[in-house]
């Protein structure tokens, strides 16, 4: 069973910062695209920052320059390092992962519980 797990989640004034970290368990996996994604009340699901297997990052246009991903390919980990924060970065936070299963050679796309991020003015 695979299983995202976040944390670093929390409360921030503005112009602070937090870091987000997603961990997946499994052996037989290869993970292909990490990414992070952000759901404001009201708002839809979108993507926040994503980074390929081989570390081609790509950021939305709200957050570059204050916003940066990383990936640790020996902890099956990604990063999401939150600086300069504004109040309209509230959201929840949700990571994703694009794993290809080695034994059943079968790909697929799986999501973090996602965790909340407030960010106080």
């Known amino acids: 069973q695979v299983q995202l797990v976040e944390s670093g989640g929390g409360l921030a004034q503005a112009g602070g910062s937090l870091r987000l970290s997603c961990a997946v368990s499994?052996?037989?996996?290869?993970?292909?695209?990490m990414g992070w994604y952000r759901q404001a009340p009201g708002k839809q699901r979108e993507l926040v920052a994503d980074?390929?297997?081989?570390?081609?990052?790509n950021y939305a246009d709200s957050v570059k320059g204050r916003f940066t991903i990383s990936r640790d390919n020996a902890k099956n980990t990604v990063y999401l390092q939150m600086n300069s924060l504004k109040p309209e970065d509230t959201a929840v936070y949700y990571c994703?992962?694009?794993?290809?299963?080695?034994?059943?050679?079968?790909?697929?796309?799986?999501w973090g519980q996602g965790t909340q991020v407030t960010v106080s003015s």
């Open positions: 994703q992962m694009t794993l290809f299963f080695m034994i059943s050679r079968s790909i697929g796309n799986y």
């Open positions: 499994g052996s037989t996996i290869s993970i292909r695209t």
């Open positions: 980074i390929t297997s081989g570390g081609t990052t």
